[in-house]
């Protein structure tokens, strides 16, 4: 199935990100609620927010996924993830000041997060340009025919070659275009700390703010799980490559389990068609995002008007 890439690069993606404008001011005049949309976003920033009003000089958006946390977010955020204040929204609904549940995020270092998905991409591409090792068939044993049946199959007319089974592959277009624009766009909206928010899955299933910590220091875990597996890699390449793509079909044990599920072909995101279940977060690098967050000089502004 043909797609089309949704990356800052990608000149569909532009006007798409025109259009997108205003709903995502209307998104930061709204930031004080939580507007449900069921999303994680993903955002880099100059700081570790410790409140909703601890803001950065420069906060630029960068992803966003309906209904679950990608692979690439995980890695990215895998190098010392840490609990901090949520940017999204300041408690839930109407709740009187004072009295606001806390939310909160995961913010992680952008630098060596950074490294990772590039590593991981090369790997990636390699993994796509070599062909899968062919899967070997045991040999079925015959029984023993008896004098008859090997008389009778002397004088048969003989019967044609069974042609051998081909297994069609999946289609490997866009893949690797894809690793490089995630690369360009990332190193072109880097800052000092990455801002990983999961507030709206999160109040999906909770409502209590001990409970709704605990999803967060949940996916904290899941992102350390992500990096412990990154670094399980071998450091040869080639070598890395071939044990990714087995942890990727077989489940390994830990913390290699953490790759189970991944597709590493043109449907790697394609969780809408079931294709997969696991999204690896490559389709979908925007600045402009449902939320867009205000940045230090917004945010006080924004106050100021009341």
């Known amino acids: 199935m043909q797609r089309i890439s949704r990356v800052w690069l990608n000149k569909a993606a532009t006007c798409r990100r025109h259009a997108k404008l205003s709903c995502a001011a209307t998104a930061k005049r709204q930031s004080r609620k939580l507007c449900m949309a069921n999303r994680s976003y993903l955002y880099s920033l100059g700081n570790r927010p410790t409140s909703y009003e601890d803001r950065s000089e420069k906060i630029s958006g960068l992803s966003e996924w309906a209904y679950d946390v990608p692979f690439m977010y995980r890695l990215l955020m895998s190098v010392d993830p840490q609990l901090c204040a949520s940017l999204v ?3 839930l609904g109407d709740e009187e000041e004072g009295q606001k549940t806390r939310l909160y995020a995961i913010s992680s270092p952008f630098a060596p997060g950074l490294e ?3 590593r991981f991409a090369d790997i990636v591409k390699l ?4 062909p899968p090792p062919a899967t070997a068939t045991a040999p079925q044993a015959i029984a023993p025919a008896s004098l008859l049946a090997r008389f009778k199959e002397m004088f048969a007319p003989a019967s044609p070659a069974a042609e051998p089974s081909v297994e069609a592959s999946p289609e490997i277009r866009h893949l690797p275009g894809w690793l490089d624009e995630t690369v360009a766009f990332l190193e072109a909206h880097r800052d000092d700390f990455l801002l990983l928010e999961t507030v709206e899955l999160d109040t999906m299933s909770e409502g209590e703010e001990d409970a709704l910590r605990e999803c967060v220091e949940s996916e904290i ?6 990096g412990a597996a990154f670094e399980a890699l071998p450091a040869e390449i080639h070598e890395a490559a071939r ?3 087995s942890a990727a079909v077989d489940e390994a044990p830990p913390p290699l389990d ?3 599920g991944l597709r590493f072909d043109d449907e790697c995101d394609s969780t809408k068609t079931g294709d997969t279940d696991c999204p690896l977060g490559l389709t979908n690098w925007s600045d402009v995002l449902y939320f867009g967050l205000f940045n230090r000089a917004e945010f006080e502004a924004d106050r100021a008007a009341g």
């Open 116 to 118: 990772r998905v590039r």
């Open 127 to 130: 993994l796509a340009s070599t």
């Open 258 to 260: 953490a790759f189970f």
């Open 89 to 91: 929204a300041d408690g």
């Open 221 to 226: 875990e899941r992102c350390r799980g992500v």
């Open 243 to 245: 044990v990714l793509r």
